[in-house]
Nanobody, 120 residues
């Protein structure tokens, strides 16, 4: 089982990007899925999280600009980012709390990350 992100890139200030993350492999259940971000020299921080029940939490700095959503049928989570600022520049990581479909073990997985760069 793995998580694969896509959708990062370079965008100007005020622009938009949409990140996607898909969980592949034998999966029984996905609990929460989330997006984190990290810049060099700083700790990884939570950007947004969505539970299997649909509860959503956002970091204060992205509220009103970012929207997280998930497609349970596709085992996917998305992050729509609008009104991007240079300080949003970071590597964005997908995180998933899931149960595999072979041994029914619970895992907390990370994707490899996708770079988002916002030019001023």
């Amino acid at each position: 089982v793995e998580l694969v992100e896509s959708g990062g890139g370079l965008v100007g200030s005020g622009g938009s990007l949409r990140l996607s993350c898909t969980a592949s492999g034998s999966i029984s259940k996905i609990n929460s899925m989330a997006w984190y971000r990290q810049v060099p020299g700083k700790q990884r921080e939570l950007v947004a999280e969505i539970t299997s029940g649909g509860r959503i939490d956002y970091a204060e700095v992205v509220k009103g600009r970012f929207t997280i959503s998930r497609d349970n049928a596709k085992n996917a989570v998305y992050l729509e980012m609008n009104s991007l600022k240079p300080e949003d520049t970071a590597v964005y990581y997908c995180n998933g709390d899931l149960v595999d479909g072979t041994y029914y073990d619970r895992y907390n997985l990370w994707g490899r990350g996708t770079q988002v760069t916002v030019a001023s």
